[in-house]
């Protein structure tokens, strides 16, 4: 395997230049992208995919891992000619995927077999995505690795209580377990963005352990956190109405204090919520 020319270079070779548009940011430090990739563990076997790659900080040492292989999801046509430049380098097998990753079948992609998907997710649509994935049904990935905005970060791995608790920590928590494992300053980016980023190792849980029922999850959290600074007595009044009961009932039948706001109830409350919620509308 010979070496790739440095990344600068290729992106001067090519006249590349993040685009705001995109929520681009360049993550060009070495040593930085070898540890997100080393996040993804043991790969043999595996595909990985990487969406959003840009000039290809993290492709590089995806590469390297020697997957079975790397598939790159990117919307943003300048970057395809240096990125297949760079796979040439590298034994790896590697499909260029030209679209946008909300669109994308990453299921299909694999063909069935085992995926990990990491990224240095554009800001712009992190947690649609994150939600895209956590929403696939069955779930087709072992192992997320993603950089987020540092508070997009908290939010997803946030327990009950915090302040950055709520609906997205709800939803990956009823399908896997997640943990922040790296801080990346945003001087770590060209150009640097003006909040600091983190990388978010989300393993999915066991099949028997996972909450299934993710719209209706969906539906009692977004009322409940609508009106983070009322009573779930009162927050909850557009889902109960949606099932045709009321939210006293509603609390009752999920055992939850009516008096209590939505940040101090647990994931599995929020569970027992959903059940009781989806029960109601039949």
Same mark, same amino acid.
């Given at each position: 395997?010979?070496t790739?020319?440095? =990344?600068?270079?290729?992106?001067?070779e090519?006249?590349?230049?993040? &685009?705001?548009?995109?929520? !681009?940011?360049?993550?060009l430090?070495?040593n930085?992208?070898?540890?997100?990739?080393?996040?993804?563990g043991?790969?043999?076997?595996?595909?990985?995919?990487?969406?959003?790659?840009?000039?290809?900080g993290?492709?590089r040492p995806l590469?390297a891992?020697?997957?079975?292989?790397?598939?790159?999801?990117?919307?943003?046509?300048?970057?395809?000619?240096?990125?297949?430049a760079?796979?040439?380098?590298?034994?790896?097998?590697?499909e260029?995927?030209?679209?946008?990753?909300?669109?994308?079948?990453?299921a299909?992609?694999t063909?069935g077999?085992?995926?990990?998907?990491?990224?240095?997710?554009?800001?712009?649509?992190g947690?649609?995505?994150?939600?895209?994935? =956590?929403?696939?049904?069955?779930?087709?990935? !072992?192992?997320?690795?993603?950089?987020? !905005?540092k508070?997009?970060?908290e939010?997803?791995?946030?327990?009950a209580?915090?302040?950055?608790?709520?609906r997205?920590?709800?939803?990956?928590?009823?399908?896997?377990?997640?943990?922040?494992?790296l801080?990346?300053?945003?001087?770590?980016?060209?150009?640097?963005?003006k909040?600091d980023?983190?990388?978010?190792?989300?393993?999915?849980?066991p099949a028997?352990?996972?909450?299934? &029922?993710?719209?209706? =999850?969906?539906?009692?959290?977004?009322?409940a956190?609508? !009106?983070?600074?009322?009573?779930l007595?009162?927050?909850?009044g557009?889902a109960?109405?949606k099932?045709?009961?009321s939210?006293e009932?509603?609390?009752?039948?999920?055992?939850? &204090?009516p008096?209590?706001?939505?940040?101090?109830?647990?994931p599995?409350g929020?569970?027992?919520?959903?059940?009781?919620?989806?029960?109601?509308?039949?």
């Amino acid at each position: 395997m010979s070496t790739p020319p440095p =990344l600068r270079e290729i992106i001067a070779e090519y006249g590349l230049r993040a &685009d705001k548009s995109f929520g !681009q940011h360049f993550l060009l430090d070495l040593n930085l992208t070898g540890k997100i990739a080393s996040l993804c563990g043991d790969v043999s076997g595996v595909t990985i995919i990487e969406v959003g790659p840009g000039p290809g900080g993290l492709t590089r040492p995806l590469l390297a891992l020697a997957p079975e292989r790397l598939i790159a999801v990117e919307m943003d046509a300048r970057f395809i000619p240096a990125l297949e430049a760079t796979a040439d380098y590298y034994p790896t097998p590697f499909e260029m995927i030209e679209g946008d990753a909300l669109k994308v079948d990453e299921a299909a992609l694999t063909g069935g077999g085992p995926a990990v998907i990491a990224s240095n997710l554009p800001y712009n649509v992190g947690t649609p995505l994150l939600i895209k994935w =956590l929403k696939a049904e069955p779930v087709f990935w !072992q192992r997320l690795v993603l950089m987020f !905005q540092k508070e997009v970060a908290e939010r997803v791995v946030a327990p009950a209580g915090a302040k950055a608790y709520g609906r997205l920590a709800i939803l990956t928590a009823a399908v896997a377990s997640a943990r922040i494992v790296l801080n990346a300053p945003a001087r770590a980016f060209t150009p640097p963005p003006k909040v600091d980023s983190a990388v978010v190792v989300i393993d999915p849980l066991p099949a028997a352990q996972r909450f299934t &029922d993710l719209a209706a =999850l969906e539906v009692v959290t977004e009322s409940a956190f609508g !009106q983070r600074r009322k009573t779930l007595r009162k927050s909850l009044g557009i889902a109960a109405g949606k099932a045709g009961t009321s939210a006293e009932t509603l609390l009752e039948a999920a055992g939850i &204090d009516p008096g209590a706001r939505a940040e101090t109830i647990p994931p599995e409350g929020f569970f027992a919520l959903a059940k009781a919620w989806r029960a109601a509308r039949g």
